[in-house]
């Protein structure tokens, strides 16, 4: 399953809307013969490239894959038809597929006498994935950085850089594994910012996404041609998120200022915060969220903290809506 997770780990943010699945075929005797993840819409899903790997060596073998097989007709054939055809006797899965017109796989696959596992796996490329097949909405993460007492700016507005090296390196690499990124027009018009994914390897770009209905400054650097930029001239957040599902974008990094951050947590629609916080002190300049709806320590937003790292000199934060 560590084999079929780091698979799917390699093809996260292509595969949109489809998930990012991998998948590892074992031989009869338990010999790893055939590694595969999803290909882009309309290529082969994770099941069909690890079994072609394996060929017939998949005979009475073992298919170990980070979600549930697919069992119905989409812009491909269906996975349990490959994996009975190719003979295997048993799967394993980290994920029941959520997705009702997909779901079911399973009890295919035991209908025709194959034996099935679950073996529940924390599966990270799948995330936003799961999360947009259960609700019909693109799962957010909000980004942002800020200071040891709180504070994203100065108090003259300079705020570069507050998190380190590390920090910003690895939030390029974030960005070329999701499928958008959301700012506001308040912070194209302060800080002019690129919005593509920067360093050596880099093959993909999000969308850039600015939200607001001021027009842009002529020349802004979101508007040059390295990547498509979508303006959407509303302020609510639900309409952002129905109109990026409609074009298939399941990965959201919001990394807009406080006011944009702010309505998105008062909608609800904020479903990570990751926060890189630097070893530093400002004592005053602008905080990363305002206008949240919170107006007393009950109607605080809950959230569960999942992970605490360190990046370079800073303090990473993962946590996650509570629910």
Known sequence: MALAVEASARVHGTTS?????GAVVLSADGEVVGTGATRPPGQAHAEVVALAEAGERARGGTAVVTLEPCAHHGRTPPCTEALLAAGVARVVYA?????P?????AAV??????????LPTPVEPLRAWLHFARTGRPHVTW??????DGRTAARDGTSRWISSAESRAEVHRMRTTIDAIVVGTGTVRADDPRLTARGTGVTRQPLRVVVGTSELPPGARVLDDEAETLHLRTHDPDAVLAELARRGVVDVLLEGGPTLAGAFARAGRIDRVLAYIAPKLLGDGPTAL???GVSTITDAVGLVVEQVTMCGPDVRVSAVAAR
Do not use: E
């Open 95 to 99: 994920h029941a597929d959520p997705n």
């Open 290 to 292: 305002r206008g949240a």
């Open 143 to 148: 980004k942002y950085a800020a200071t040891l």
């Open 109 to 118: 696959l035991r209908a025709a006498g194959v034996a099935t596992g679950h």
């Open 101 to 105: 017109k997909a779901a079911g796989g």
């Open 17 to 21: 809307p489809n998930p990012p699945v």
